[in-house]
């Protein structure tokens, strides 16, 4: 307002003088929203972010009070950008039905007298992949309509009070909200519900490493924090930098996880970060998160693919991988039957119970909302237990206590969760989900197996899609590789998809049982290289014009998988 106050009085155009600020906001607002089946408009939660009010409450009045607020400043926003084709943007989504970002109340209307143009051109925008580099997120979507898959992800560094420890972590959404960020701002900042639960990393789709003798401070203020495993505090006089200078000086404390690659293809889109430094260096020496969004085809269906690497500098520190969900999941077998309850290494028989904390030998976890369904599989650690918690009285808990708000709770968000964690205590620890949004229609996900290279050096997915089979690689150790052989088996009527990262700069011939079907294929800048071929059998990636290396397929592990495991200890 007070922008267009100058311009009006002046003629003076501030948004003109303040380089991509005014662009990027609209961007941003735009691509951390998401539609939902009956609720309307969804927004990415970062930091104190209520789900009933705010930006983005799940009523039936889409954006909540404020949305009013959102429409008046994007219209102004579009009036006054210099860059028509954003305007347009603008103008097509705030009158998009499916967002429902209209003026809440008949006095509210003189918002559209002031700054509607119905005139104006407007014009869906076709961006899929948005990358706020200031605040460490990124925003990836199939489309804009109702039943796209979006997903949002966060890892940059900390700026402000209202922030939470929730570095490296993602959220979901395809016709409901599928994998949430748990905990709400139904309580002042300091209650013991945000304090203990809501803003801590046990509410994040992210890692818990248990040091039981670490203390947290500074999370939010000089307080006393709970022991959830999780990210640590700023640990110095304030919470927050007030200014380039303060940040700078305490750069070691606010420096909490950087992105450190991003890519986005017609086929896939990923993002790469670094949240080490968000944990106390004296449990934690590397957190390496790969998510990957591996596309749709006309009609197929899509995937999320997390990839971790983590070292704890103790092994006996527990490692928890979490899923939150709006409701109870079920967790299967690789077989589609019951997981059989089983130990833990973190939640010992004092802490089980009989529906609210109860550990499994699960590879499967399915949950719902409203008519959407996601499912994930674990497919490392290759020894895994799953834990489900929440339901009435666990709702929150976290270290022994449920932070439940009480009388003071407007929606309780994110009910449940799952933890993955490793069968086996030790320091290095891979971790590997692929991820299937679907709807409720979906009885179970595509096949997907493990597979390895043949130098183990190497680690991957295959989704068996009915129509375009997936594989996607990783690196074990973080190291570029510049060559990989690997075993996947599908119909020869097919043509997969093939993505394998960690891949060094240049260019590669791509070799099936020993013959060339590919030539000088190149990396991508992020060390990527994507290739489709017809029917499964052995494949090779190798630098171009060079001798084909070794092509002899790994041993299989496990003879009821369709593609090769190698036994080697993860």
């Not at 060094?504 to 099936?512: C, E, L, P, R, T």
Request: with cysteine; net charge negative.
């Amino acid at each position: 307002q007070y922008v267009t106050l100058i311009k009006s009085a002046t003629g003076d155009n501030l948004m003109s003088l303040t380089g991509a600020y005014f662009n990027d906001l609209p961007r941003y607002l735009m691509n951390a929203t998401f539609p939902v089946e009956t609720y309307k408009s969804r927004f990415f939660s970062s930091g104190d972010y209520s789900e009933n009010s705010y930006y983005g409450g799940r009523s039936p009045y889409g954006l909540g009070g404020s949305r009013q607020t959102v429409r008046e400043f994007l219209l102004m926003l579009a009036e006054n950008l210099s860059d028509s084709g954003l305007a347009s943007n603008i103008r097509y989504f705030v009158d998009d039905p499916q967002y429902d970002i209209s003026a809440g109340y008949q006095s509210d209307y003189m918002i559209d007298v002031l700054w509607h143009n119905p005139s104006a051109g407007k014009q869906a925008s076709n961006s899929l992949f948005y990358f706020a580099k200031g605040a460490g997120e990124v925003f990836m979507r199939a489309g804009w309509n109702l039943g796209d898959t979006w997903i949002g992800y966060k890892a940059g560094d900390h700026f402000s009070y209202h922030q939470h420890a929730d570095q490296n972590s993602f959220q979901i959404s395809k016709y409901g909200q599928l994998a949430v960020k748990s905990g709400n701002y139904y309580c002042a900042p300091r209650d013991l519900c945000m304090l203990q639960y809501g803003i801590r990393t046990v509410a994040a789709n992210s890692l818990l490493v248990y040091d039981p003798n670490e203390t947290f401070t500074r999370i939010r203020a000089n307080d006393t924090y709970t022991n959830d495993g999780g990210q640590r505090g700023s640990n110095i006089a304030t919470p927050e930098p007030f200014d380039l200078a303060a940040w700078t000086s305490n750069q070691n404390y606010y420096d909490t996880a950087d992105i450190t690659k991003t890519e986005n293809t017609d086929n896939y889109s990923m993002v790469v970060s670094d949240a080490k430094n968000a944990y106390s260096s004296s449990k934690l020496s590397k957190f390496d998160r790969y998510l990957s969004y591996l596309r749709p085809d006309s009609g197929g269906s899509d995937f999320v693919v997390v990839f971790d690497r983590v070292n704890s500098t103790d092994a006996n520190f527990k490692k928890r991988w979490l899923l939150h969900t709006l409701n109870t999941p079920t967790i299967t077998k690789n077989d589609g039957n019951a997981a059989n309850n089983t130990t833990s290494l973190y939640w010992d028989a004092t802490k089980q119970t009989v529906n609210n904390i109860v550990s499994t030998d699960g590879d499967i976890v399915r949950a719902d909302d409203l008519s959407g369904r996601i499912f994930s599989k674990t497919l490392l650690p290759i020894s895994h237990t799953i834990t489900k918690v929440g339901g009435t009285g666990y709702e929150h808990y976290s270290n022994g206590v449920n932070y439940y708000p009480g009388s003071n709770s407007k929606v309780l968000w994110g009910e449940w969760r799952v933890e993955v964690e490793p069968a086996t205590a030790q320091t290095e620890d891979l971790f590997l989900h692929v991820i299937y949004p679907a709807t409720t229609g979906a009885a179970s996900m595509p096949n997907t197996s493990l597979i390895t290279s043949s130098d183990s050096l190497m680690y991957g997915a295959f989704i068996e899609e009915p129509t375009k089979p997936r594989v996607i690689m990783f690196s074990k150790d973080g190291s570029l590789r510049s060559s990989v052989t690997y075993t996947v088996a599908y119909s020869a009527s097919l043509a997969g998809k093939h993505l394998i990262a960690d891949m060094a700069s240049g260019n590669y011939d791509i070799f099936k049982n020993g013959t060339k079907i590919l030539s000088s294929i190149a990396a991508s800048a992020g060390g990527n290289v994507y290739f489709e071929a017809v029917g499964g059998s052995v494949f090779n990636v190798s630098p171009a014009s060079q001798v084909q290396q070794d092509t002899t397929p790994p041993s299989i592990s496990n003879p009821s998988a369709s593609v090769t495991a190698s036994s080697a200890t993860i």
